[in-house]
């Protein structure tokens, strides 16, 4: 019996020690390759992730009311019709880069939508406060000049935002 301890212990050590270090070996391995993969996914991503914060940028950039206002002709236009111009503009912009969602925080992402509700309650409040007789030109004067009479916009704070955001992935 005591033969058979001799042999069966030292065994039971090796084979303990061996199981210890392939589990460490494999371990090491599987996080060895999880970081690769992270790293090619990383690589692949960030690029795509870029492109989506510009689109973004140019988005907020592209619906605030002087660049909305910038490719309008308003002299063939009611003021009504330049509000529904202005809405279906911010509503293409808004359709276009919907998708862009997948790539930013939930938070820059409610500040973009905040933006976009914002500005279409604004245009409306403003077609609502001026007389009915108004031209397109008077609408479109009094939206600019109260858009920048608003002190600090959702689109301004978005865009803020969304620069801090980037500026966190390096």
Request: overall charge neutral; cysteine-free.
């Amino acid at each position: 019996m005591l033969d058979i301890l001799k042999f069966t212990i030292p065994s039971l050590i090796v084979l303990l020690s061996v199981w210890i270090a392939m589990r460490y070996l494999l371990r090491s391995e599987q996080e060895r390759r999880l970081y690769e993969t992270k790293k090619n996914t990383e690589k692949e991503i960030t690029p795509i992730r870029l492109r989506a914060y510009e689109r973004l940028a140019l988005l907020l950039e592209r619906t605030e009311p002087e660049q909305l206002l910038a490719d309008i002709d308003l002299t063939q236009l009611s003021k009504s019709q330049l509000e529904q111009q202005l809405l279906l503009s911010i509503r293409r912009e808004w359709e276009h880069n919907m998708s862009q969602q997948i790539y930013v925080s939930d938070d820059l992402w409610a500040k973009i939508m905040n933006a976009r509700d914002q500005i279409a309650a604004f245009i409306h409040t403003v077609t609502l406060q001026l007389p009915p007789e108004s031209t397109a030109f008077d609408y479109a004067k009094t939206l600019m000049s109260a858009y920048r009479l608003n002190g600090t916009t959702p689109h301004q704070i978005a865009l803020e935002s969304l620069k801090n955001e980037v500026r966190q992935m390096w």
